[in-house]
């Protein structure tokens, strides 16, 4: 047995979470042998050490955080341990959450998307303010970063890259069955499935797309959404936070992580803030 299980996959709400997750366990599925009902079950199923924790570090919109929601006391615990990180462009990321919070959430959002990519509980300055925590502590530590782009491009070359990790020779033929069963429109029809009814991955109501778990999985689909001063905005707050750093909001993996500066996000975040000018 491999010594090196992943302990965390970290990532911001509706990064690819569940995306990355179901491809993961797929493969162990197959590995262990396990045959359930749906994947998530068999997850309940792994010896404790091959489950790992997948963290959204506080940051949920129904936590109600604002600004500014990990402190150290969430890190110490990441420090020695595997983790990976998933990232997303920041545009599509905060537009896919606004449609959870709008349609799967328990307390629903009644605003536009203009209001919620403002809002300090949900919107630009929160996502911003958890890249620059992550920033700050994958350059102390070893992370594996992947992107939902990566998952897009070749979600093959990102299996083998967690197998890889996990010190996992892999099989072929299951690197296979993952990765087709693995698709976006796969895990669309497993969603309306009875298998997974009970489920994330089951929509909220059948008759609206925009309650789906799986809606579009298209890179800067955000376009369609974001008029040009919302994305002037989010733009704007990024360079208060994250100045100089344009793959933040492209979406980052491999290597590409360790070339953002550290920026001093311990400080005060009411005071950063304070100086985003809304665009007009």
Same mark, same amino acid.
């Given at each position: 047995?491999?010594?090196?299980?992943?302990?965390?996959?970290?990532?911001?709400?509706?990064?690819?979470?569940?995306?990355?997750?179901?491809?993961?366990?797929?493969?162990?599925?197959?590995?262990?042998?396990?045959?359930?009902?749906?994947?998530?079950?068999?997850?309940?199923?792994?010896?404790?050490?091959?489950?790992?924790? /997948?963290?959204?570090?506080?940051?949920?919109? #129904?936590?109600?955080? *604002?600004?500014?929601?990990?402190?150290?006391?969430?890190?110490?615990? +990441?420090?020695?341990?595997?983790?990976?990180?998933?990232?997303?462009?920041?545009?599509?990321?905060?537009?896919?959450?606004?449609?959870?919070?709008?349609?799967?959430?328990?307390?629903?959002?009644?605003?536009?998307?203009?209001?919620?990519?403002?809002?300090?509980?949900?919107?630009?300055?929160?996502?911003?303010?958890?890249?620059?925590?992550?920033?700050?502590?994958?350059?102390? #530590?070893?992370? +594996?970063?992947?992107?939902?782009?990566?998952?897009?491009?070749?979600?093959?070359?990102? +299996?083998?890259?967690?197998?890889?990790? !996990?010190?996992?020779?892999?099989?072929?033929?299951?690197?296979?069955?993952? !990765?087709?069963?693995?698709?976006?429109?796969?895990?669309?029809?497993?969603?309306?499935?009875?298998?997974?009814?009970?489920? /994330?991955?089951?929509?909220?109501?059948? #008759?609206?797309?925009?309650?789906?778990?799986?809606?579009?999985?298209?890179?800067?689909?955000?376009?369609?959404?974001?008029?040009?001063?919302?994305?002037?905005?989010?733009?704007?707050?990024?360079?208060?936070?994250? *100045?100089?750093?344009?793959?933040?909001?492209?979406?980052?993996?491999?290597?590409?992580?360790?070339?953002?500066?550290?920026?001093? /996000?311990?400080?005060?975040? #009411?005071? +950063?803030?304070?100086?985003?000018?809304?665009?007009?």
């Amino acid at each position: 047995m491999s010594e090196k299980a992943i302990d965390y996959f970290i990532s911001y709400p509706k990064s690819g979470r569940t995306w990355v997750r179901f491809m993961y366990l797929t493969y162990l599925e197959q590995h262990f042998g396990l045959i359930e009902k749906n994947v998530f079950e068999t997850e309940e199923k792994l010896i404790h050490y091959w489950q790992p924790r /997948w963290l959204h570090l506080g940051m949920a919109p #129904s936590e109600g955080n *604002p600004f500014y929601a990990i402190g150290n006391v969430n890190f110490k615990h +990441l420090q020695n341990s595997s983790c990976v990180w998933i990232t997303r462009n920041i545009y599509d990321t905060l537009v896919s959450l606004y449609h959870h919070a709008c349609h799967r959430s328990k307390t629903r959002y009644a605003g536009t998307i203009s209001d919620f990519i403002r809002d300090p509980q949900y919107g630009a300055v929160k996502i911003c303010c958890f890249y620059a925590a992550m920033f700050n502590f994958i350059n102390k #530590s070893k992370v +594996l970063t992947i992107s939902y782009e990566d998952m897009q491009k070749d979600r093959r070359a990102v +299996l083998l890259r967690l197998l890889n990790l !996990v010190e996992l020779t892999p099989n072929h033929d299951f690197v296979d069955e993952a !990765v087709d069963k693995s698709s976006f429109e796969n895990m669309k029809e497993l969603g309306n499935s009875y298998a997974y009814k009970k489920t /994330w991955l089951a929509p909220k109501d059948v #008759s609206n797309l925009q309650s789906y778990k799986i809606r579009k999985g298209i890179s800067e689909a955000y376009r369609e959404e974001l008029s040009d001063e919302d994305i002037a905005y989010i733009q704007n707050v990024a360079d208060i936070i994250l *100045p100089n750093n344009k793959e933040a909001l492209d979406g980052i993996s491999g290597n590409q992580s360790k070339n953002f500066i550290e920026r001093g /996000w311990k400080g005060s975040i #009411s005071r +950063l803030v304070s100086n985003i000018v809304p665009a007009s």
